[in-house]
């Protein structure tokens, strides 16, 4: 029960029920604590009072560790809060970030900041990802103008032998003291310094790349929007169905004006469409597609009998057929690229595909991100450049390492892909991207146009072509 509350008029106040149970939790969490501490059960380690004498001093000279690697969503909801009061790096900026689930590391690595004497330093084994992941960036901030040195040993063969688990490792050294203008960082199998400022790509990630491969970068970076400025639009994710086996609809059959189903009902075509998944799409094409629900916005307001029935089958509530995340742009033509793939692979989806002389709309699921075009024209430019080696090189220094020489294509990355201002090369971009689409070799002459429209010189392509080849296993 809740006291009511009024205001200084004497209005009553309408009560925050989500809040005042979430208050209500922590109360008694609290009061659980204070009765563990009261019965002597609870042990505790405080280097304010175990190393009073340091910490008069100012702090650690080292603080050195490896600290737990766990995924936000593994940790307990009582614990989150209490890492968000209390660390800055947890916690974030209440900014576009809407996806903020930081790892169980960053609140290790503000503490070590905060032991550490003013000329101390910081070495912590921490994931790769840190160097890129969105919810990382109030790290990377803290720490730009004090890092020393960083090793990414993700792709380094002998990981293998020092760790028993399939890890992404990264170590960093920061100083809280003067520190020199240069990096030292280590990436690839490759050691080599960077200026501090040439560390920085993008928004906020860090790309660990040559000096060589860095300048040119660098450049193109300063003398091009951003994908997304330049196009004003924004990448997004495909259809999210919160659960494939309520909406696909494997083994089903047209029948005149209907799908049927295995289990034998019949679905109205308007109520279906074709669905491509990441797998089905290939750099260049996308060779095949499924069944899926496809309900209208917004749900039945007065569900037909079919879909009680098809409810019914799947042992659904009529409610539940919804889907998880669904924009007006999944619908119509578009570039679509893989999510999770050796390099970036984009083709272009028309609005419609065919099947026994009748359309169905094509649409992207949630492996795969998409933009939407005014044409098939714009589709076709779009998707040579970004299967480009100077787009590839772009991305890749940027792009979330995965397992296996893969890398993580989010729509935040690509939307920060500078982009060359196509007018003067469109047409043949879009007439040899047509040609790839069918099966021509013609990647050397898209290669060309694409490093002319950037400004980027043959000698500097040929550096980028290797850089990508190396970073994607295979130089």
């Known amino acids: 029960m809740c006291t009511p509350q009024r205001d200084l008029f004497g209005r009553a106040v309408p009560l ?81 970030t809407s996806f903020h689930q930081p790892d169980l590391s960053l609140a290790f690595f503000d503490r070590s900041l905060g032991l550490v004497a ?60 003067a520190v020199s203008d ?12 960077l200026p501090r400022h040439r560390l920085v790509a993008g928004t906020s ?11 040119i970068l660098h450049r193109l970076r300063e003398q091009h929007e951003t994908f997304e400025s330049r196009l004003g639009r924004r990448p997004f994710m495909g259809v999210k169905t919160g659960d494939n086996h309520s909406f696909f609809l494997e083994g089903a059959s047209l029948r005149s004006c209907s799908l049927v189903t295995a289990e034998g009902v019949r679905v109205p075509l308007t109520a279906v469409c074709r669905c491509v998944r990441g797998r089905d799409l290939q750099r260049w094409s996308a060779s095949a597609s499924e069944w899926m629900l496809w309900p209208p916005a917004g749900g039945w307001p007065k569900p037909p009998r079919w879909v009680e029935q098809f409810a019914a089958t799947r042992e659904l509530e009529v409610a539940d057929l919804h889907l998880a995340f669904v924009r007006a742009e999944h619908v119509g033509i578009k ?7 050796r390099g970036v692979a984009a083709a272009v989806l028309p609005d419609v595909v065919h099947v026994d002389g009748q359309a169905f709309p094509l ?26 080696s100077v787009a590839g090189a772009l991305l890749i220094a940027v792009a979330e390492r995965a397992k296996d020489a893969h890398y993580r294509y989010f729509g935040r990355t690509v939307a920060a892909l500078p982009w060359p201002d196509l007018r003067p090369d469109g047409d043949r971009l879009s007439r040899l991207s047509r040609r790839a689409h069918v099966g021509a070799n013609v990647m050397r002459q898209i290669d060309e146009v694409v490093a002319g429209a950037y400004g980027v010189t043959a000698d500097e392509r040929a550096v980028l072509s290797a850089f990508l080849e190396r970073r994607l296993g295979r130089g």
């Open 16 to 96: 925050d029920h989500e809040l005042s149970a979430a208050l209500q939790r922590r109360v008694a969490d609290e009061r659980a604590m204070l009765e563990r501490v009261e019965e002597g059960r609870l042990d505790f380690f405080s280097f304010d009072i175990h190393f009073a004498h340091v910490m008069a001093a100012g702090g650690f000279d080292v603080v050195a560790g490896n600290p737990p690697w766990v995924r936000n969503s593994r940790i307990e909801g009582r614990t989150k809060r209490m890492l968000s009061d209390r660390y800055a790096l947890f916690r974030g900026r209440r900014d576009r």
């Open 118 to 177: 003013p000329n101390g330093v910081v070495a912590l084994l921490m994931p790769a990802k840190i160097l890129n992941a969105g919810y990382a960036a109030p790290l990377r901030r803290a720490v730009l103008d004090r890092v020393v040195t960083v090793d990414d040993w993700s792709d380094d063969p002998r990981r293998r032998g020092w760790f028993d688990a399939d890890t992404f490792p990264l170590g960093i050294v920061v100083k809280k003291g």
């Open 182 to 193: 240069r990096v030292a960082l280590t990436a690839s199998g490759e050691s080599f310094e």
């Open 205 to 215: 990630e860090w790309s660990l790349v040559p000096p060589a491969v860095a300048a």
């Open 335 to 341: 570039v679509a690229w893989k999510d999770l793939s």
């Open 363 to 388: 649409i992207p699921n949630q492996t795969l991100y998409a933009i939407d075009t005014a044409s098939l024209d714009e589709a076709y430019a779009i998707a040579a450049v970004l299967n480009s």
